[in-house]
C-alpha cells in the first residue's frame, strides 16, 4: 500500500515532463495548499493600478487550437493564467535553449461570480511553429523583469511510447480530488484526458478558481495538496452535465448567465482543437444578453465549437464529444463528422471519450445511455477503447460489439430516461493476460476522480451487474465502486497496458491489450 502521507520534493516536482519554477511568486496567505490560495508578486515596475496584480490562476499548459494532427515545425502550445483586474504588462519569451522567440499574448475579461463586482483577466501566450518530442523553455515576464520561468514537452510523434492517464467527476474540493492528482503525477503522464465534471456544481468560472486551479497546478504535491499536472502536462477534456448544470424553465440544462454570469468555465479556461464540426447542437445559453454576449467574446472561436474535437499523440487517435442531454447522437451531420474523423485517422489506436457512459450499469445514470448509438461507428473503424465519467465508480467491460435496436431514447433530447436497446455480442474470451486481442470496443468508466462514489453495492458484486432491460447482459468485466482511482495507459504501436489505481497507489485492475 502507499504511503498515504506522501509527498515529492520540488527536485522530484521537475523530473516530469514538464514544470515551472516560481522566481517571484509568493503565497497571499499562509498555506501554499489551501484551495483558496491566491499569488501575488512584487511591484515589478509601474503599472496603472499602482499595485501588482493578483493570480488566480498560475501558468499551465493547454495543447491549443492547433494542436490535432502531427505535423513536424507546426507544433503549438499555449500558457495560460488568470489574474485580478489589474493593469499589467506581461511577456512571453522561450526557446529550445534560450529565450529568443516571443509568443503572442491574448487576453479576455471576465466576471467572478453573481453578486461580486470583481472581475478576471483571462491570458493566453500562443506558442506555435515548434517541433514535435522536443523541450523548450519559456519565461513569463511582467514590466520587463522575470517572474517565473519553465518548461515543457511538445507531442511525441507515431512510433513513440507515450502515457496517458483518464480520469472524470473530480473538481470537487474534497481531499480525493487531491489524492488521484497526487497519484497521477506520480504516474509522470505525457497528458491527462478527463472525461468530464471538470468542476463542480456548476462549470463556473470561480469554481475553477476554487476546485481546479489549487488542486491541479498545485504548487507542493502531495495526496493531501494534489500536485502540477497542469504546468506540467497538457489537460484534455470534454463538456459534461456540471459543465452546463443550471435547469431551465422546461427543465432542460442550460448555462443562465442570469444566474451565473461566469458560466461555461470550460471555453475559457481550456484551450483545446478547434477541429470539430460546425455545430448544430451548441450549448444552450439563456438569460442576461450582455453577460451573454460578453462571455462569447471571452471565448471566441472556442464556442461553441470547442464542444468536440480530435487530436493525435504518439500512435493513438483521440475523438472527443459532448454527449449532454441537448445533444442528439442520431444525428446525421455529427455522425458524419465522427465517421469521417475515424476513418481518416492512420494510427494504430483509435480512443473515444465522452462523458455519460454507453454501457453503464451503475444505478445512479442507467438509464442515460443515448451514446450507443454510435457503437457500430466505432466498430467499423477500429476504436480499441472508449472513456467515460458521470457514474462514479470504475467499471470496465468486456469488449463489445452492438446493435443498436429502438433509436426513440436517444432522439428524445433532454430526456434523462435514454436508454438504447439492441443486441449484444460480447467478447468472452479476452482477459487482458492471456488473450489480449479484443473482438470489440472496450468501454471504460473512470468516473471515481474525486466527488462522492455511487453504488456501493455494486463493488466486485457480479450479481448486481445484471438488467434486465439488457437481456442481463454480463459484459461488465470489473466494477470497482468503494474507492476512488484513475486509469493509466502506457500505449506504443503494437500494445496497449491499462492500469487501475486507487488513491493510495495501489494496483486495483489491469489489463493488456494487442492488436
Avoid at 516530469?16 to 509568493?26: E, H, I, S, Y
Avoid at 499574448?105 to 453573481?114: C, D, E, N, Q
Avoid at 472524470?168 to 497519484?183: H, L, V
Wanted: hydrophobic content about 35%; overall charge negative; proline content about 6%.
Amino acid at each position: 500500500m502507499g504511503d498515504r502521507t506522501e509527498t515529492l520534493s520540488r527536485r522530484d516536482l521537475l523530473q516530469a515532463a514538464g514544470g515551472v519554477t516560481l522566481l517571484a511568486l509568493v503565497p497571499r496567505l499562509a498555506s501554499a495548499t489551501s484551495p483558496n490560495t491566491v499569488y501575488e508578486v512584487p511591484n515589478f515596475g509601474a503599472s496603472g493600478s499602482g499595485r501588482p496584480p493578483i493570480f488566480t490562476a498560475l501558468p499551465y499548459l493547454q495543447p491549443g487550437a492547433k494542436s490535432s494532427q502531427l505535423v513536424e515545425h507546426s507544433e503549438g502550445i499555449v500558457i495560460a493564467w488568470q489574474t485580478d483586474d489589474c493593469p499589467a504588462q506581461f511577456d512571453v519569451t522561450f526557446g529550445e535553449r534560450g529565450f529568443d522567440r516571443k509568443a503572442s499574448i491574448s487576453t479576455a475579461k471576465r466576471p467572478h461570480g453573481k453578486g461580486d463586482s470583481e472581475t478576471k483577466i483571462n491570458y493566453a501566450a500562443a506558442l506555435e511553429g515548434l517541433n514535435l518530442n522536443t523541450k523548450y523553455r519559456y519565461r513569463v515576464s511582467l514590466n520587463g523583469e522575470t517572474l517565473l520561468e519553465g518548461f515543457f514537452t511538445t507531442r511525441k510523434p507515431r512510433g513513440a511510447k507515450t502515457r496517458f492517464v483518464a480520469f472524470g467527476d473530480n473538481s470537487y474540493g474534497d481531499i480525493s480530488d487531491r489524492a488521484i492528482a497526487f497519484q497521477a503525477f506520480k504516474a509522470m503522464p505525457d497528458f491527462v484526458m478527463n472525461a468530464g465534471d471538470n468542476v463542480y456544481e456548476s462549470g463556473l468560472d470561480n469554481e475553477y478558481a476554487r476546485y481546479f486551479f489549487p488542486v491541479y497546478n498545485a504548487d507542493l504535491a502531495g495526496i493531501r495538496s494534489g500536485a502540477p499536472l497542469l504546468r506540467a502536462v497538457p489537460f484534455y477534456t470534454v463538456l459534461a452535465n456540471h459543465d452546463v448544470a443550471v435547469k431551465g424553465p422546461d427543465k432542460h440544462p442550460v448555462a443562465d448567465f442570469t444566474k451565473n454570469p461566469d458560466s461555461l468555465g470550460y471555453y475559457t479556461n481550456m484551450y483545446l482543437p478547434l477541429n470539430g464540426p460546425a455545430v448544430n447542437q451548441p450549448t444552450p445559453t439563456v438569460g442576461n444578453p450582455v453577460a451573454i454576449d460578453s462571455f462569447k467574446v471571452a471565448a471566441g472561436d472556442r464556442f461553441p465549437k470547442m464542444g468536440n474535437y480530435s487530436f493525435d499523440y504518439g500512435d493513438g487517435h483521440f475523438l472527443c464529444l459532448d454527449s449532454n442531454v441537448y445533444v442528439d447522437p442520431t444525428d446525421p451531420q455529427m455522425q458524419a463528422w465522427i465517421e469521417s474523423d475515424l476513418a481518416e485517422s492512420d494510427a494504430p489506436w483509435k480512443f473515444v471519450t465522452y462523458h455519460h457512459p454507453a454501457f453503464n450499469v451503475g444505478a445512479e445514470h442507467y438509464h442515460e445511455q443515448q451514446m450507443r448509438v454510435l457503437s457500430p461507428i466505432f466498430e467499423k473503424h477500429g476504436v480499441v477503447m472508449v472513456f467515460s465519467g458521470h457514474e462514479h465508480i470504475y467499471q470496465r467491460n468486456r469488449p463489445i460489439r452492438f446493435v443498436p435496436g429502438d433509436l426513440t431514447g436517444a432522439k428524445d433530447i433532454n430526456s434523462g430516461h435514454r436508454l438504447v436497446p439492441g443486441t449484444f455480442t460480447i467478447d468472452r474470451n479476452f482477459d487482458g493476460d492471456k488473450a489480449t486481442k479484443p473482438e470489440g470496443v472496450i468501454y471504460i468508466t473512470s468516473g471515481a476522480g474525486g466527488k462522492h462514489l455511487y453504488d456501493a453495492d455494486m463493488n466486485q458484486n457480479p450479481k448486481n451487474w445484471l438488467h434486465e432491460e439488457d437481456q442481463n447482459a454480463d459484459y461488465v468485466a470489473q466494477l470497482i465502486s468503494d474507492r476512488h482511482s484513475l486509469t493509466v495507459i502506457d500505449m506504443d504501436a503494437s500494445s496497449l497496458k491499462v492500469h487501475q489505481v486507487d488513491q493510495w497507489g495501489n494496483e486495483v485492475d489491469r489489463i493488456h491489450v494487442t492488436r
